[in-house]
């Protein structure tokens, strides 16, 4: 599990073809020392298995192997390639704080900017998404783009748009985005559960049961109109 809060932006070194798909070594500043073999990276909004790691200088190399289904419904089929950035963070822990919001590193569609519309010292960024990721952006909601927890600003019938303050920018590699360029998608962990509940139509998940969550339970509740 993880927060959409980077904490470095690592440096693809090089890829090496496995029998499978391939192995990705990356170059970064964080501090790996209390890293094992087996633990969990987010890199770029997918959450990757740590198979080799190596202290250089103040820097630490660590491998990712990259199966085929994660090159196929990820953006990395397109954008891995030696001296691409790519946002890092490691797993939470649970004493940490929840600075963006729960993100799990299993990406839901890959997306497409749309327009880069610079604003003083922000930038605007809309997106056309698929519709299953879509269906679960609402304005002012949560969004993992590349990993990067960011706040939903708008809506329409294709995609959504965000806006990056200064530290985004700073922090990540989101400034580098062009008109055209894909990442990586997550939609908001809560929604889908929502939509879950909301789809079973009230059953709770039990066969004939009357106690699930329902649009007429919520209108009832007050919670919907």
Not at 61 to 84: H, I, K, Q
């Amino acid at each position: 599990m993880f927060t959409g809060i980077v904490e470095d932006t690592g440096i693809v070194v090089r890829l090496k073809p496995t029998a499978s798909g391939q192995r990705l070594f990356v170059d970064c500043g964080l501090d790996l020392a209390d890293t094992r073999l087996g633990d969990s990276i987010a890199t770029d909004g997918v959450c990757l298995t740590v198979v080799e790691q190596a202290r250089r200088g103040a820097r630490w190399e660590v491998a990712f192997d990259v199966g085929p289904e994660t090159l196929a419904v990820t953006a990395f089929g397109r954008t891995l390639s030696p001296g691409r950035r790519v946002h890092l963070e490691r797993a939470l822990r649970l004493s940490d704080r929840l600075g963006g919001h729960l993100v799990s590193g299993h990406v839901d569609g890959v997306g497409r900017v749309r327009r880069r519309r610079p604003e003083g010292d922000a930038l605007f960024l809309d997106f056309d998404a698929p519709k299953g990721v879509l269906d679960l952006c609402i304005e002012k909601g949560s969004i993992a783009i590349d990993g990067t927890s960011l706040t939903i600003n708008a809506v329409d019938g294709g995609g959504f748009g965000v806006c990056l303050i200064p530290h985004t920018l700073s922090r990540t590699h989101l400034v580098e985005l062009r008109e055209g360029d894909v990442v990586n998608l997550e939609s908001d962990m809560i929604g889908k559960y929502v939509r879950r509940l909301l789809s079973r139509g009230g059953t709770g998940g039990h066969a004939g049961g009357d106690d699930g969550v329902s649009w007429d339970l919520l209108r009832r509740a007050g919670f919907s109109s």
